[in-house]
């Protein structure tokens, strides 16, 4: 049974983790249309937080044309989301498996593109890792 969750630890820094990412993302024509520094909105907040945080919201116009193709109800999983933390030098990547996620319909045909872009997905993670 998978997981909602695929993680992979990075042997990089929390910057570079990041630009890996964009870098394997570029390479099958995605790219970060957001990023979102969550430790730094709350640091700015005043909280003492020793953790990093960063949301990257990742597409492809193709690939969220065929989803959306699917029907509207699926719109609710775009972007796809991967998460970088760093917590006592460790840094992860994260994102919430579009399997998982669109597998709860049980339509055959989104199980397929689920498929596809988590795959899609995993490779970009664990080659940034690298």
Not at 31 to 42: E, F, G, L, T, W
Not at 47 to 73: R, T
Request: charged share 30%; glycine share 4%.
């Amino acid at each position: 049974m998978k997981h909602f969750e695929y993680v992979v630890p990075s042997n990089k820094g929390f910057e570079q983790t990041i630009e890996a990412i964009d870098a394997e993302l570029k390479k099958i024509a995605f790219k970060i249309v957001a990023r979102i520094d969550i430790h730094n909105n709350i640091l700015n907040k005043g909280y003492d937080f020793k953790k990093k945080v960063s949301v990257l919201e990742v597409c492809n116009a193709g690939e969220a044309y065929e989803i959306l193709s699917l029907g509207n109800e699926v719109s609710i999983f775009l972007p796809c989301k991967i998460t970088v933390t760093e917590e006592d030098g460790n840094v992860n990547i994260r994102m919430p498996r579009p399997t998982f996620l669109l597998n709860q319909y049980e339509k055959e045909e989104w199980n397929k593109t689920a498929d596809h872009v988590e795959s899609l997905m995993i490779n970009v993670m664990d080659e940034a890792a690298k």
